[in-house]
Structures are given as C-alpha cells and as structure tokens.
C-alpha cells in the first residue's frame, strides 16, 4: 500500500506527471482494469530512472506498461507504481539505414518514419498496436517477421537505476518472448539496423498488410489482440475453432466469431470475465484435441 506521504513526496519530484487511482481500463485496448495506486508519465528518460530508484529505496512495487495493448489488468487493479512511458519517452531518430526510437514510441510511427526514410525492414508490424518497449518484451510480429531480427541492440534501465546496452543476442529473441520476460529489465530505447527499399513498395506491401487485417480481425471491438500463442505449427485459432467455441460468452467477454483466437469485450467485460474464459477455453482444447494452450496476453494485478 503506497501512503498519503508517499503519495505527496513523488508529486513534489515530479509535478503533473503522476496521478493516483488512474483506472487502468483507460490505459489497456480491453478497457478492462481497475485502478493503480499510483500512475506515472515521466517526461524522459532521467525522469523514468527518478521513479524508479524512488521505488527501490521504498520497496514499492513496479509496472512498467507501454499501450496496453497486450495486458489483461485484474479488476481490483495494480498495486504500488504503474509507469506509462508512452507520452515522455517517445523520440524517433532516423540515421543510415538505422532507426533509433525510445520505449514509449508507437511502433506505427516507427514503422511510418522507416517508410518515409525509404528503409525496409518494418513492413511486417503496420497494423501492430502498441509501442516499442512492449513489442520488444513480446518479440512482436507478424506476416512471417518479428520486431528481433531487426535489433540492433537495446538501452535498459535495471531496477536499481543503473543503465544498460544489450546486444540482439543478449536479448534472447524468440517466438513472442525475449529475456525481458525473465529478467526485470526496463526498456528505455531501441537501435534498429534496416536496409534500403523503395518507399512505394513498402506503402504497398503495408497497406495490403492492414487491408489483410481489416478483413480477418474484429478490430471494432476492444481487445489484446491474439489471446494464446500458436503451438509449433498450428493455429491457436483453428484450434479453438475447431472445439466448438467461437462466439462463446461469458458477461460480456466473447471468443470473437471472426478470430477464434481474439476475446473482444462487448461493453462492460471484467477480468474476471476473460479470465473464466480463457480457462473455459484452456479446458475444453486440452479434453477436444489434446494440446495445451499458452497465453500470449500478460495479465497483471491480483
Ligand atoms: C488489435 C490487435 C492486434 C494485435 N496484433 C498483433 C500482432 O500481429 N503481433 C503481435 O506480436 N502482437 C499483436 N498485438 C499485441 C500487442 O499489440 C503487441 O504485443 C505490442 O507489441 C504490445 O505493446 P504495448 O506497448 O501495448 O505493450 P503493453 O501491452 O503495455 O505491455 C506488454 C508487456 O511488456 C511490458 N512492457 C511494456 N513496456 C515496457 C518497457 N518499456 N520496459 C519493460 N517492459 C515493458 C509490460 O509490463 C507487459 O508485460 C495486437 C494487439 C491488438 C489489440
């Protein structure tokens, strides 16, 4: 529990970044989560390393979280610090052939500045919501290319406030997952090495990506995107379709009837919604066909 003191003393250091009882339905693409005890937006990277040393020295807990796009938040919410670096740290710098963007970039504005440059290498991601430190953390990707093979290398900011440069192979890239799932590293900004490619192939091939998207997910509704990872070789949402469960409900929580591997809230879903959900599905795969589903999505809170 973060005090009133607490409270006060990380409003002085930091005035107008940080706020309390933000509800975090307002920060995740479910529009699902209950409040954080504390949410803060630094302004930049001294400012992220601020809070977190401040947190360290008090034994409070810390969350790092980009759009959201990827989390399910428990309905009671997150306890101690939740840190936003989407508004502050969001630089894009464009160099040769290379592109250096900060954690809370949003990986559409990356992959458009590489398209305005004239680098390949991007393509894959148009249409991935979210921003650069969370893609890193998932190895986000998509169309047979994921965000890893493009690192260069990374600058980290560990837990007792000291930074780090890690190379593409010490991040430990691989399906949907890096070494920032195991180790608490946080993400401050990200070298990407690209190569030449001619602008109007690269808008065609993006455009052609979305209209792809457009056409087989239920982006109308709030989600996280895929909910399980693909087992080696299959699709998760075949998976799910072929047990039965597209369309199945529960409060508001639905197996989309377009991507059997999307859960689309359809007005006031809770986590507890998608949560029973998700096991109802887990379950039913596991007895129909005899594979075990692995969530791709992070859930976060109690
Ligand atoms: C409609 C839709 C389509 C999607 N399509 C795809 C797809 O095709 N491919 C794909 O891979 N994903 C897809 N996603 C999932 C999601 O967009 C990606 O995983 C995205 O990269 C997550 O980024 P984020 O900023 O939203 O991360 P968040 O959801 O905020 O966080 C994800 C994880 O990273 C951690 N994290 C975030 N930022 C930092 C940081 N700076 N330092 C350390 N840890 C951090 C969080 O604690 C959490 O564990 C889709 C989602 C939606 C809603």
Redesign the pocket.
Known sequence: MVNSAICRELFNMLPGRVRAGVLMKEH???RIGGPSELFVEPADREELQLVVSFARERDIPL?????????LVSDSGIKGIVIK??RG?SRILTGDCEITAE??AK?TGVAAAARDAGFGGFEF?A????????????????NGS??GALVRDVL?LDLEGRFYRRNNKEMEFDY?SSI??REH????EASFSLYPRDKNEIKSEMAEFIRK?RTT?P?SF?????VFKNPAGESAGRLIEMAGLKGMRIGDAQISTLHAN?IVNLGSATARDVLALIDRTRETVRNQIGVELKL???F?GE
């Open positions: 995740t693409s479910w969350t790092v979280i980009g759009f959201g796009t990827n989390l670096t989407g740290l954690s809370g990986l991601s249409g991935i919501p979210g921003a650069v430190g969370g893609a890193l953390v998932m190895n986000a990707g998509a994921s965000i980290l949907r920032l799932l590293y946080i993400v401050v998207r997910q982006l709030p989600s996280a995107g895929s999307f791709e999505v992070k976060i």
